[in-house]
């Protein structure tokens, strides 16, 4: 009767222990997505220079979920990499404005734009 009543025991801790992966594992598929990575090219109509291009790059990396963002000068855009959790596009293009840039459709700061260097305007 003892050998019955132990591999009951090891039964239900062996059971418990299965159980409780199938539970990390939906953890980890619910985090997984709560950090999903988007991206949007945001097309940046007044960039002229490689300071403007510094000055986005610095805008965009100083975002809470911003992951990464590639600049280019000639194509005048952006295309940035972020959580959508934590960002949307709407914010992404209201950084760049407030640093004195158009981001899309949305029109640059005014007085942001006057405090940018000459090389910008």
Known sequence: MEDEDMMKTLFCICA???????????????????????????????????TCVGTVKRTLASMDGVE?????????????????????????ETGISSAGYDANDLKRDSTAYENLSECCK
């Open 16 to 50: 418990a222990f299965l159980l409780s992966f199938s539970g990390c594992a939906k953890s980890t598929k619910e985090n997984t997505a709560a950090n999903a990575a988007a991206i949007a090219t945001i097309k940046l109509p007044t960039l002229k220079c490689n």
């Open 68 to 92: 990464s963002a590639d600049v280019d000068l000639k194509a005048k855009n952006v295309t940035v990499h972020y959580l959508a959790a934590k960002l949307d596009l709407g914010r992404i």
